[in-house]
């Protein structure tokens, strides 16, 4: 048991350590200010190849060609969101890890919440129909007179085997 929880404890510990990023040095930017936030910029943006990493996770080169472009639109002196606002405008909405929420992604938005209450009444549904079937089982457990009087003989007739 305790070999489990060390290997568990060795598990959450090594999923807390920081993320190898795929930047190569020759992509950092001279000025941290300005590398500070094409990274920032790089953990938003999906790479097309790998479609659940961020660019600045991911080691394909469409995604290193990505973070270069992000850094030449940074150098250029485009803002966060104009660089954003390109890079959709080039590639679509799909090259943003976290969609944007406007009326073709409500369901997209919305669905997760909506299940989650969805379980919780359904739930909630279930233990309120059980408890009551469970009352409604327990009259039919019940002993009538003469079935007791019957078992209080048969007890008292008897006598105790040890166990």
Same mark, same amino acid.
């Given at each position: 048991?305790?070999?489990?929880?060390?290997?568990?404890?060795?598990?959450?510990?090594?999923? #807390?350590?920081?993320?190898?990023?795929?930047?190569?040095?020759?992509?950092?930017?001279?000025?941290?200010?300005?590398?500070?936030?094409?990274?920032?910029?790089?953990? &938003?943006?999906?790479?097309?190849?790998?479609?659940?990493?961020?660019?600045?996770?991911?080691?394909?080169?469409?995604?290193?060609?990505?973070?270069?472009?992000?850094?030449?639109?940074?150098?250029?002196?485009?803002?966060?969101?104009?660089?954003?606002?390109?890079?959709?405008?080039?590639?679509?909405?799909?090259?943003?890890?976290? *969609?944007?929420?406007?009326?073709?992604?409500?369901?997209?938005?919305?669905? *997760?919440?909506?299940?989650?209450?969805?379980?919780?009444?359904?739930?909630?549904?279930?233990?309120?129909?059980? #408890?009551?079937?469970?009352?409604?089982?327990? #009259?039919?457990?019940?002993?009538?007179?003469?079935?007791?009087?019957?078992?209080?003989?048969?007890?008292?007739? &008897?006598?105790?085997?040890?166990?």
């Amino acid at each position: 048991m305790r070999l489990i929880g060390f290997i568990l404890l060795a598990f959450i510990w090594l999923a #807390s350590l920081p993320s190898a990023h795929a930047v190569q040095p020759d992509e950092i930017m001279s000025d941290p200010a300005k590398e500070s936030r094409a990274r920032d910029l790089s953990r &938003e943006l999906r790479c097309m190849v790998c479609q659940n990493q961020s660019i600045d996770d991911s080691e394909a080169p469409l995604a290193r060609d990505l973070r270069l472009l992000v850094r030449e639109r940074i150098a250029a002196g485009d803002s966060d969101a104009q660089v954003i606002v390109f890079l959709v405008a080039r590639y679509g909405e799909f090259v943003l890890l976290k *969609p944007l929420l406007k009326s073709h992604t409500l369901l997209l938005w919305l669905l *997760p919440p909506l299940a989650l209450v969805g379980g919780g009444l359904a739930l909630w549904t279930h233990t309120r129909r059980r #408890s009551k079937a469970a009352v409604a089982d327990e #009259s039919l457990f019940k002993l009538s007179a003469d079935e007791e009087a019957r078992l209080e003989r048969l007890t008292a007739a &008897e006598p105790e085997k040890p166990v």
